[in-house]
């Protein structure tokens, strides 16, 4: 049986390697999402009945279930160094006759690459196993980013089978975020009252450097490989060959590399792709021109901080000049005063730009923009449009420096600048800004989903008086719609109907709907999970929230204040009164294990880890992850290891896993997934 489950455990990595590779290198899905999917179920259910033969190469395993407490160092067996830049292609000539006047009188030809904007990577590989991956850091040390670069789906876990592989193969190259991925994280962020990062490097930067790969395999980061480091053996005579065997080893390589046979062609490709660059759904920020050959890359050397066989050439950040017809203040759903500046309309890398955010009123104050002002505006990773620098000489009389407002835009009540110095808000509960963002936020698509209950008519409603909380959309009539503006019978009806239809919506979103800061759709969907019901969510206490595992700090406190405040409860209770009816989450709960502390430890045959930390939870227990006195059981499953024997030690009852499936009454069905 096992001989025979091994052999077909085998099989399925093999083949879902291959899709992997298919879909996330060669951009050539062969399968359906769902036959994928199906493999994958396939593999982990085999997987779970047999836990010995997982490995850590298997593709179930690239996300690591516990957070990490720090990042350790890795010492780079070869420096990664840094790369000289170049503006123009003058300067691309005199590097050319640097590279020609070293290298006498041979011939030597180049590849010009993309140059990428994200984070350098050194992936290690050991026999073709994936060992340690490892950011640049100061060059000689960086930090220890495994548990995070291998839930990238680009990068390979296990090399292909490949006639031969060196024992020892180090690749290097660039973890980014794709445009679209970082356009869709930041709406995200925005909606859940989180900082949007300013572009997709910083992103990727973000995620890499998070202690929970269960965030980092949720933010879609991809991978191009573009050097070696440490080789036991070479893998070619010349980097383009070398880039040939990384793509039959699995590993994805850049599709618009290309050979030059000298500088003139080069300096054509990089002008190419500088109109080109907009189409791709990465950022790059310039090219990289590399001598193909080996060994003559070993004539040229390096100086201290870069190699003299290769050059940058960066890509001037596009920028458009235009002028600001008025500056306007916009107030969030939290309160935060943004000022904004209204542009006259200019083009900026593809698209017209009307407006630019100041972001506070400290940058805004620094730059001095005023109205009437001709600015210089640049898209920051070509995407935010930015004022970035104001031309003070041709600035018109009698401008006055922007104020800072004293009050509200909207309200007019006063404003206090936040804790941190940066932010201004409007501290008026009742602000009807305040109260239309939230409003819009609540029946956004994340949400509650309220389709037709659009900006206009949410504008509309609160003017009129009806709608001051969420609670009052719950007791809207379709007489009081029609009494409104242009509003026909029939879209009355729509309105009321999707309205309706919200009240069963997911416990989550409804969570995720109140925004409470630092509540995005994620951890609502923790909180609903974890709470079952709004009651019992909103007369929780602190200790039970910051217990809670994905619930940093932060967030505890934010939802602790939220139900604690009174306004708050009674639009809660009014909006339950008038019938929303949350749906609740299906996991059963109960009080089995009321009040007890569980750690899990070692490999269970039934649950991941954090299912059985889950079921613990679902039983009114504490799932702790270290060992103290205050342990009430170990569960233990095979090899675990340092925390069964302290457990031992301190007398802590071990039970094992069809002890807990009898103390917890399940069969472990319906957890597995
Ligand atoms: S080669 C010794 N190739 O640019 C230099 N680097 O500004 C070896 N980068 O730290 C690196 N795309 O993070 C190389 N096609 C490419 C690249 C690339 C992006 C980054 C890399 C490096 C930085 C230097």
Redesign the pocket.
């Known amino acids: 049986m096992t001989d025979d489950a091994k052999k077909r455990i085998e099989q399925l990595r093999e083949e879902i390697r291959e899709h992997d590779h298919l879909y996330y290198v060669l951009n050539r899905p062969r399968v359906s999402d769902r036959r994928y999917d199906e493999l994958f179920a396939k593999l982990r259910e085999l997987e779970q009945a047999n836990p010995r033969l997982i490995t850590a190469d298997s593709p179930t395993q690239r996300v690591s279930e516990r957070p990490l407490e720090g990042f350790s160092t890795v010492r780079h067996a070869l420096p ?4 000289d830049n170049t503006y123009n292609a003058e300067e691309l000539r005199a590097f050319d006759q640097r590279v020609a006047k070293q290298l006498g009188s041979e011939d030597y030809d180049y590849v010009v ?4 904007d ?3 990577i050194s992936l290690r590989y050991e026999r073709g196993i994936l060992i340690t991956a490892a950011t ?1 850091g100061n060059g000689q040390v960086g930090d220890d980013v495994t548990a995070n670069v291998r839930t990238v789906k680009a990068v390979p876990l296990r090399l292909l089978d490949a006639d031969e592989i060196p024992a020892v193969l180090e690749a ?1 190259g ?1 973890v980014y975020m794709p445009t679209s991925a970082f356009l869709e994280l930041n709406r995200l962020r925005t909606e859940a009252g989180e900082p949007a990062f300013a572009n997709p490097r910083n992103a990727a930067a973000g995620s890499l450097k998070l202690l929970d790969a269960r965030i980092t395999a949720a933010r879609n980061l991809s991978f191009f490989a ?2 070696t480091g440490e080789l036991s053996e070479p893998l070619a005579e010349n980097h383009y060959e070398c880039l040939r065997r990384f793509k039959e080893l699995g590993l994805p390589v ?1 599709p618009g590399i290309t050979r030059a046979g000298d500088i003139d062609e080069a300096i054509e490709i990089c002008d190419d792709w500088s109109k080109k660059r907009l189409s791709l759904d990465y950022q790059i920020d310039g090219m ?1 021109i ?1 001598v193909n050959r080996l060994d003559q890359r070993d004539i040229l050397g390096a100086t201290g901080r ?2 003299r066989w ?1 050059i ?1 050439y960066k890509f001037a950040a596009e920028q458009a000049e235009t002028v600001v017809e008025s500056i306007d203040v916009q107030v969030g759903k939290s309160g935060i005063l943004t000022p904004v500046a209204n542009l006259r309309p200019v083009q900026l890398a593809g698209t017209t730009v009307k407006r630019a955010s100041l972001h506070n009123f400290d940058m805004l104050a620094k730059l001095d923009v005023r109205s009437g002002d001709t600015v210089i505006i640049e898209k920051a990773g070509e995407i935010i449009p930015q004022v970035i620098e104001v031309k003070k000489s041709l600035r018109p009389k009698g401008t006055v420096s922007f104020r800072i407002p004293q009050t509200c835009p909207n309200c007019g009540s006063v404003v206090a600048k936040d804790e941190d110095g940066v932010y201004i808000r409007c501290l008026n509960l009742d602000c009807t800004g305040q109260l239309r963002e939230r409003l819009k936020y609540f029946a956004g698509r994340g949400q509650m989903d309220i389709e037709h209950l659009g900006p206009a008519l949410i504008d509309q409603l609160i003017e009129a008086g009806l709608v001051r909380n969420f609670a009052d959309l719950y007791v809207l009539d379709k007489a009081q719609l029609l009494g409104l503006e242009r509003t026909a019978d029939k879209s009355a009806a729509n309105v009321i109907r999707a309205i309706e239809k919200s009240k069963s919506r997911p416990l989550w979103r409804l969570v995720a709907g109140l925004g409470i800061r630092h509540i995005g759709g994620q951890s609502a969907q923790i909180l609903a999970e974890h709470f079952g019901s709004l009651e019992k969510l909103m007369n929780t206490e602190r200790q039970e929230l910051e217990a809670i595992d994905q619930i940093g700090p932060t967030m505890a406190e934010s939802v602790y204040e939220y139900f604690r405040d009174p306004e708050n409860r009674s639009v809660i209770e009014r909006l339950l009164a008038a019938g929303v009816k949350p749906e609740q989450p299906t996991t059963q709960r109960s009080d089995k294990l009321a009040g007890k502390t569980i750690v899990v430890t070692g490999t269970l045959e039934h649950f991941s880890r954090q299912q059985a930390e889950q079921a613990i939870r679902l039983a009114g227990a504490k799932a702790s992850s270290s060992v103290s006195k205050k342990t009430d059981y170990i569960l233990a499953g095979d090899n675990s290891g340092s925390k069964l024997e302290k457990a031992k030690k301190l007398g802590v009852e071990v039970i094992d896993e069809k002890r807990f499936m009898t103390m917890i009454d399940t069969d472990g069905h319906g957890l597995r997934h």
């Open positions: 990664m160094l840094s790369m690459e993309l140059k990428i994200g984070l350098a640049r290097r660039e573009y050097a850049n990289v590399k870069a190699p290769c940058s």
